[in-house]
């Protein structure tokens, strides 16, 4: 399966964005989602994970309770709500899909090619 992530851009602090992720050449309803992120200079950090269904969640603390990951699996696409964003969010953010309930990168095995998000403050 491939994975395309969109959505990233500049934006204010304080301003939200919208993280998609699109898969290709798969279903995604078959793959547990997750959301990354990578800092400049900094380990790739988990942010979330979502069930197949939907109906499960789990967050890092990257999330800090200002994200919110959510999936369509009719339109085979995973998103990541992001509000009240601050520099440090500035980050590429990566989507991810495994067969394993869990926040680490190894239980992954399909990565987006990441987009790029920048907080200015």
């Known amino acids: 399966v491939q994975l395309q992530a969109s959505g990233g851009g500049l934006v204010q602090a304080g301003g939200s964005l919208r993280l998609s992720c699109v898969a290709s050449g798969g279903t995604l309803s078959r793959f547990i989602m997750g959301w990354f992120r990578q800092a400049p200079g900094k380990e790739r950090e988990f942010i979330a994970t979502?069930?197949?269904?939907?109906?499960?969640?789990h967050y890092g603390a990257a999330a800090n309770g200002r994200f919110t990951i959510s999936r369509d699996n009719a339109k085979n696409t995973v998103y990541l709500q992001m509000n009240s964003l601050k520099s440090e969010d500035t980050a590429v953010y990566y989507c991810?899909?495994?067969?394993?309930?869990?926040?680490?990168?190894?239980?992954?095995?399909?990565w987006g090619q990441g987009t790029l998000v920048t907080v200015s403050s």
């Open positions: 991810a899909a495994g067969g394993r309930w869990s926040e680490r990168r190894n239980a992954y095995d399909y």
């Open positions: 979502i069930r197949e269904g939907g109906g499960l969640t």
